[in-house]
């Protein structure tokens, strides 16, 4: 089931892609060619360089120094650029706040693994836990760790900072956990975490 859901998510995502390069290359194409026709209607011929400044101007709602009634092209162009623009905004938007929601998700959880540091030791026993129907939240003080982004393609949840903070704890549910596991490497902070638990 998850490998088909895999599947569907990967399929949605490269007709996402698909659909939106393709209105871009629209934009690029027909503001190209409405801008010729705008100049050269207008008794202003540009040279190539200015019209393609002026198309990327339609990606930011504008459309350079066009103004007045424009060419059929030119107002397709637009409106393919200003649809194109919109997704960028709105897409880049849901993916910093379904982070935010992601993270925010073990604090709720109950009856699940924490592993507090992602060595070599925290990594295998997040995965595992993992493979096994486990949700899993992890914390490591590293951002610059390569296996938080292991992790996180597998489903676990991680967070950045101290595990023997408190708040950092109570961010990842280890009150409600079954099980609160502490290999970061160092003692100090392995002992300072399992006497806030």
Partial sequence: MSHRRTAMRYIRRY???TIVSAGAAG?????????????ARTGQPRPLWDVAYFIVYLFVIESGEATGPVPWQLAAARLLAAGVAFWA???AGLVLYRERLQL???ARWRGHVVICGLGRKGLKLA??????????????RNPDNPAIASCRHVGVIVLVGDAAESAMLTRAGAARAK????????????IATAIKL
């Fill in 15 to 17: 007709w996402q892609w």
């Fill in 27 to 39: 934009a690029i194409v027909l503001g190209y060619w409405g801008l010729y026709e705008y100049f």
């Fill in 89 to 91: 905004v709105g897409k």
């Fill in 104 to 106: 925010a998700r073990p």
């Fill in 127 to 140: 995965k595992e836990f993992r493979a096994a129907g486990w949700r899993v939240a992890a914390i490591d």
């Fill in 179 to 190: 099980y609160v596991i502490t290999v970061t490497g160092d003692d100090g902070v392995n």
